[in-house]
């Protein structure tokens, strides 16, 4: 039987390239060597957008953003984590077995209180939501970029010390890194982020794309001097679209000098806008009958509701509430 494959993303902003190459493009890849489910993650972007509209609106356009990419509902279980209650439930039973220090030393957690000191239940919670997403599917692969990395061995500790209290229930899952793409740099070169406001948005118009495109930071060598492409933003990002024999033709030409950091921008542009036509083509097909853009996630979470209540059975059984 194949293996199976479980990731999600949080509606929490615009999808950006990083989220794409990170994962996404992950998931279509393994569509069809995986036993696949892949949700949008609603409970956790609840952690940082409390406001009705925003949120809607976000998950329907997750929803297209899947879809856009080329995820086929046919192959690939696509559901709302908000669709399987049991979920929030396995985390309570995680939570009574996870300690206040452990949580503290998750990096997600430091970062958020360095920045604001007030954090919320739910985000100190995050990794304990996440355990239960992945192994209450027993899930074996979870696609993600290096930045979830931690969250995942957070999982697999769970599921280990749980299977040391209660017995056996749980699998170890692993993550699936792509080496080449576990960190994709924004604008400024730091990791993309929505939070660092570095993004080049995955659907944005040509426009929008041609703006985060033209932000990319740089020295500012002359076009004639010789530029070196292992420091330059814009060079790292071509890294994602080019073949080899194509890095190493603009490679030579960053060196030789005589290129412009707007050429190569533009080069880059050329090269993003080129991906997404198609992507943009399917998704404005389904973002033209959102009812079946509806009826896809419920249809999944139909399907993933199956096989996450039969396992809920067992854990209820394990902790001792089902008499
Ligand atoms: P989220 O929504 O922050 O990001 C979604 C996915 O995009 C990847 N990613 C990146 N990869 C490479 N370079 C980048 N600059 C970059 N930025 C984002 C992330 O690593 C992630 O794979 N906690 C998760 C959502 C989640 C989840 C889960 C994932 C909830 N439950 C269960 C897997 C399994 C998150 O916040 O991802």
């Given at each position: 039987m194949a293996k199976k494959l479980l990731s999600g993303i949080q509606p929490s902003g615009t999808i950006h390239i990083g989220n794409y190459f990170g994962a996404m493009k992950q998931f279509v890849d393994l569509q069809d060597s995986y036993d696949s489910y892949v949700f949008i993650a609603d409970l956790h972007a609840i952690t940082t957008i409390q406001n009705r509209e925003e949120l809607s609106n976000n998950i329907l356009n997750v929803a297209l953003d899947y879809l856009g990419c080329g995820l086929d509902p046919k192959k690939v279980c696509l559901f709302k984590q908000?669709?399987?209650m049991e979920v929030t439930e396995l985390a309570w039973y995680f939570n009574c077995i996870t300690t206040m220090p452990y949580l503290e030393r998750a990096t997600a957690y430091k970062d958020a209180y360095q920045k604001?000191?007030?954090?919320?239940v739910g985000l100190f919670d995050y990794p304990i939501l996440m355990a239960a997403d992945i192994l209450i599917q027993d899930a074996d692969v979870v696609p993600v970029g290096a930045d979830q990395k931690q969250h995942v061995e957070y999982a697999r500790d769970t599921a280990q010390k749980f299977n040391n209290i209660y017995g056996e229930t749980f699998k170890l899952p692993e993550p699936l890194i792509l080496k080449n793409m576990a960190i994709i740099p924004g604008v400024d070169g730091r990791k993309m982020s929505k939070s660092y406001k570095n993004t080049i948005p995955l659907f944005g118009t040509d426009e929008e794309i041609k703006k985060a495109v033209m932000k990319i930071v740089t020295d500012s060598?002359?076009?004639e001097e010789s530029k070196d492409p292992d420091t330059c933003n814009i060079f790292a990002l071509h890294k994602l679209f080019l073949d080899v024999e194509e890095l190493k033709y603009l490679r030579e030409r960053y060196v030789k000098g005589g290129l412009s950091y707007k050429e190569s921008k533009e080069m880059l542009l050329d090269e993003i806008l080129k991906l997404i036509k198609p992507m943009r083509e399917r998704r404005e097909m389904y973002a033209k009958d959102i009812d079946s853009v509806k009826e896809i996630l419920a249809n999944g979470a139909k399907k993933a509701k199956i096989i996450v209540a039969e396992k809920m059975n067992i854990i209820r059984d394990r902790v001792g509430v089902k008499i």
């Open positions: 908000s669709d399987l604001a000191k007030e954090v919320n060598k002359t076009p």
